[in-house]
Nanobody, 115 residues
Framework: QVQLVESGGGLVQPGGSLRLSCALS????????MGWYRQAPGKQRELVAQ???????NYADSVKGRFTISRDNAKNTVYLQMNSLKPEDTAVYYC?????????WGQGTRVTVSS
C-alpha cells in the first residue's frame, strides 16, 4: 500500500522560506508524477506544483519564481522549496502521487505565514 508522509511545515514570517518534504513508501517512487496541493481555510484545494516522472515541473502562476519542486528518486522523496513566502501562502499543503487514474494523498502539513 502506498503511503505519503509530509514534513517541513510550520510558522514563518513573510519573506521567509520553508522546505517541505514528502516521502513515498510501498511502491516504486519513480513511476509517479508527484505534486503539491494546498487548501486554505474556506477555499478549495488547488495545485501548487507538479513534477512528472521524467522530472518536468509545472507551477501555479501564484508561486512561479518563488517555489521550486524537485524529486530525488534515490530517496523516494519530493520536495517543495518555498521562498519569499506571503501570508496568502498560508494553507495545509498536501503531497500527491499520480499514475494514470490512480491518485494517493498525504495527510497534509500546515504552513502559516505570519508576522
Amino acid at each position: 500500500q502506498v503511503q505519503l508522509v509530509e514534513s517541513g511545515g510550520g510558522l514563518v514570517q513573510p519573506g521567509g522560506s520553508l522546505r517541505l518534504s514528502c516521502a513515498l513508501s510501498g511502491n516504486i517512487f519513480s513511476i509517479y508524477a508527484m505534486g503539491w496541493y494546498r487548501q486554505a481555510p474556506g477555499k478549495q484545494r488547488e495545485l501548487v506544483a507538479q513534477v512528472t516522472s521524467g522530472g518536468s515541473p509545472n507551477y501555479a502562476d501564484s508561486v512561479k519564481g518563488r517555489f521550486t519542486i524537485s524529486r530525488d528518486n534515490a530517496k523516494n522523496t519530493v520536495y517543495l522549496q518555498m521562498n519569499s513566502l506571503k501570508p496568502e501562502d498560508t494553507a495545509v499543503y498536501y503531497c500527491n502521487a499520480q499514475l494514470a487514474h490512480i491518485v494517493y494523498w498525504g495527510q497534509g502539513t500546515r504552513v502559516t505565514v505570519s508576522s
